[in-house]
């Protein structure tokens, strides 16, 4: 173990706390394998959900419990798991009221979270008011731990028959090679807000230009990708798992997405990733290592954390960025000609 604040005291087994939602496991990523590093004879297993198993299947060194999230009976069977186990070390990278006081009752001696009272024994110095990226925070916390911070590199493994099915899929569609550009134009039911609505418009000049667009999506996504393919490009709904996705931005030109979960898995590509902005903070939430790639239109009222836009401010945030601007932007950045 190199960990500076817990030499002398060596974990045996070691417990990570990531629990939701998915863009927040996605960025947790690059913490989970500095922990591994750091502790790299332990035995290490991951607290999730069951939404987010399968991004962990195929991670090397690292057992995985899934537990359901929401109920006193879940949190009191996270409880029991974690005081039948005897783990000596727990990093909690969730750090909420829920885990806080299920590590209180759970029996670990040394509790690694973002909250700076009890039941934690190491955490930041201050309080976390959102004024940095949560990344830069969860930095915080391993390096309270005496870990040394991780790199800005979120990852997520993938199969073999994972790069195959992808592989498979480019090709029946003849495409490949950086010519494409992959897009998700919504967000979850619930934030209307945060949704740019010109896509189809973007779609269409970027296809212009030479390049495909490929609608990225699952589930309640569907209806609005039907419709924006019908604009152009190919609807991919439901044909990629998350790690999938990822696979598939690595064969990609760009992507540009609203700020949502596929926004981070997409920053495991290696891709341009352009996201747009407005009623939540950039600061604290824009995809690890894009910052300098956010789009947004500065208003005052901007961030809001409204789920829906008070009519009387029309959206300003959003609807006010034209296509014409991303286009040259997109162009100002090299990424396609300008006209």
Not at 324 to 333: G, K
Request: glycine share 6%; net charge neutral; hydrophobic share 40%.
């Amino acid at each position: 173990m190199t960990s500076q604040v817990f030499r002398g005291y060596p974990a045996v087994k070691v417990l990570i706390i990531k629990l939701g939602a998915l863009g927040d496991v996605v960025m947790a990523s690059p913490m989970i394998r500095k922990i591994q590093d750091s502790h790299a004879e332990s035995e290490i297993w991951l607290l999730t959900t069951p939404p987010f198993l399968g991004l962990f299947e195929e991670w090397p060194r690292l057992q995985i419990k899934a537990l359901p999230r929401k109920s006193l009976r879940a949190m009191l069977q996270a409880v029991c798991w974690m005081r039948a186990m005897q783990f000596d070390m727990v990093y909690d990278l969730q750090s909420n009221d829920r885990t806080a006081l299920m590590l209180a009752l759970s029996g670990i001696p040394r509790r690694v979270g973002n909250l700076t009272h009890f039941p934690y024994t190491h955490h930041p110095p201050t309080t976390y008011r959102c004024e940095i990226h949560i990344f830069e925070r969860m930095n915080q916390v391993l390096e309270s731990a005496g870990v040394g911070a991780a790199s800005p590199a979120p990852w997520l493994p993938i199969t073999q028959e994972g790069r195959e099915k992808v592989a498979a899929w480019l090709a029946e569609r003849e495409l490949g090679g950086g010519d494409f550009v992959v897009m998700h134009a919504h967000a979850s039911p619930r934030w209307q807000s945060k949704r740019w609505p010109y896509f189809g418009q973007l779609a269409r000049k970027l296809e212009d230009r030479g390049y495909r667009v490929v609608w990225a999506g699952a589930g309640t996504d569907a209806q609005g990708n039907a419709e924006l393919a019908k604009m152009a490009g190919i609807d991919a709904t439901n044909q990629f798992s998350i790690n999938e996705l990822a696979e598939l931005g690595r064969h990609a030109h760009l992507a540009v997405t609203n700020d949502s979960g596929p926004m981070h898995v997409l920053s495991c590509a290696d891709i341009p990733v352009y996201a747009f902005f407005g009623p939540t903070s950039l600061v604290q939430s824009h995809a690890i290592g894009h910052r300098d790639r956010v789009l947004t239109h500065p208003v005052s009222c901007s961030p809001c954390y409204l789920p829906v836009c008070p009519a009387e401010k029309r959206h300003a945030c959003l609807d006010n960025l034209s296509v014409e601007q991303v286009i040259e932007r997109l162009a100002s950045d090299g990424l396609i000609q300008a006209r």
